[in-house]
């Protein structure tokens, strides 16, 4: 059951208007995804450096950026939970300074070894969790029609990866490997300091009471939990792939320095970044469904013509630039999905389960690319999977995707 909040006010009705402080709860809350997820990124770009200092191998540099992405993931499921039960307001100051505990660790003393990384990258997925926290936060402040929108700006947080790709390896050749580690947990200090000050909840947000576990058992029985999962495995999960793994990919396939793979990174990054609200906005007017359809179509032609390694100018570089559009697209689709389709007080259940979905989806790949470069020293292999597999799930989107979504807009037309 549910219990009504004290406050009179209510949530936004579909056709309300935007508040002011729903745009500053917005702007809060994208910071703070921002800021943890620079912090879950802080190891990707410095997975080449540590591989040669350690004497790792592709699989081991593999499987050190992909910790932290499935510790982040799978905790967005008791995340995204908590966050229906005590809001954003609790836990996004929460998880902010819970992550600021392994970025000091990893710059301070865990970074001489693989298995202090392994620990310290086990912990540092906490920051990948906020995720989880911003969805049912953002999308209770505002009405239906302009969620895909505030959740696809929200989404662009997802940029923290970038910053810490321009940044990190460049802060570490400059002051040694401490220093981004340090400024990374002061902006978070900060960003927690500021959150317990000005975050607020929706007035009038309804608060379950049901323990954790039965709410959890109700959201995995929903329709679209599952639809949602699955298309945001090969969305977002894409996206998470290649932020954590194109330098490696670049600098093995294509001989680049560190650097320039590292500044590669950060431009896929950007451009997906970018294209998450323009695909939650497009969501609005045209349906998530169609955004889906596109977005998958070109992330198959995109995987197909880099399969090849063609010349990084141009093919490579167009190849590589159409897919991060289209999973940024693709990732504020699906949660636009999610917005017309979830019940309203089990968004964030919804969404920690979807989240991490998504980052599961991130977290094979990378070892799947080390391990068929390790043993056929190419990649070709691992692209056509992708093509495969976002092939199968425009197949779905197509049909028993586009299915349900027809149904939901009925039934609310019909009342």
């Not at 220093?179 to 002061?186: D, R, V, Y």
């Amino acid at each position: 059951m549910l219990q009504p909040s004290s406050k009179s006010n209510r949530a936004p009705e579909p056709g309300a208007a935007v508040t002011g402080r729903a745009w500053l709860m917005l702007a809060l809350a994208t910071a703070g995804f921002a800021l943890n997820f620079w912090a879950w990124a802080l190891l990707s770009p410095l997975a080449p450096r540590l591989q040669d200092s350690l004497d790792l191998s592709s699989f081991q540099q593999s499987l050190l950026v992909a910790v932290p992405v499935v510790v982040g993931s799978l905790g967005r499921i008791p995340v995204g939970a908590l966050t229906d039960r005590f809001g954003g307001r609790v836990m996004f100051p929460l998880v902010s300074v819970t992550t600021i505990v392994p970025v000091l660790y990893l710059g301070l003393a865990g970074h001489s070894s693989l298995a202090a990384l392994l620990v310290g990258g086990f912990f540092l997925g906490i920051g990948g969790t906020s995720f989880a926290v911003g969805v049912p936060f953002v999308s209770a402040w505002f009405p239906p029609g302009r969620r895909g929108l505030a959740i696809g700006v929200f989404g662009a947080g997802m940029g923290g990866t970038a910053i810490s790709a321009l940044t990190t390896v460049k802060l570490v050749d400059a002051h040694g490997m401490a220093n981004p580690f340090l400024i990374t947990s002061a902006a978070l200090a900060v960003y927690a300091v500021v959150a317990a000050l000005l975050l607020r909840d929706v007035p009038g947000r309804t608060v379950p009471t049901e323990p954790l576990a039965r709410r959890l058992a109700a959201t995995f029985r929903l329709g679209i939990t599952w639809q949602a999962s699955a298309l945001y495995a090969v969305a977002f999960g894409g996206y998470v792939a290649f932020s954590v793994y194109l330098p490696t990919y670049l600098k093995t396939g294509y001989g680049l320095t560190q650097a320039d793979a590292a500044n590669r990174m950060a431009g896929f990054v950007l451009l997906a970044v970018a294209m998450r609200p323009v695909g939650g906005w497009l969501s609005d007017r045209i349906g998530p469904v169609r955004v889906l359809t596109g977005s998958l179509a070109l992330v198959v032609a995109g995987a197909l013509a880099q399969s090849f390694t063609p010349s990084l100018a141009p093919v490579g570089t167009i190849a590589f630039l159409a897919m991060a559009a289209a999973l940024g697209a693709g990732s504020g689709a699906v949660f636009a999905l999610v917005a017309l389709l979830a019940p309203a007080s089990k968004v964030g259940s919804i969404t920690g389960v979807v989240g991490a979905a998504g980052g599961l989806g991130g977290f094979l790949p990378p070892l799947l690319m080390g391990a068929l470069h390790g043993a056929y020293g190419s990649y070709a292999l691992g692209l056509v999977l992708l093509a495969l597999v976002s092939a199968a799930a425009l197949a779905y989107t197509a049909t028993g995707v586009r299915r349900g979504a027809t149904r939901r807009v009925h039934a609310v037309h019909s009342n």
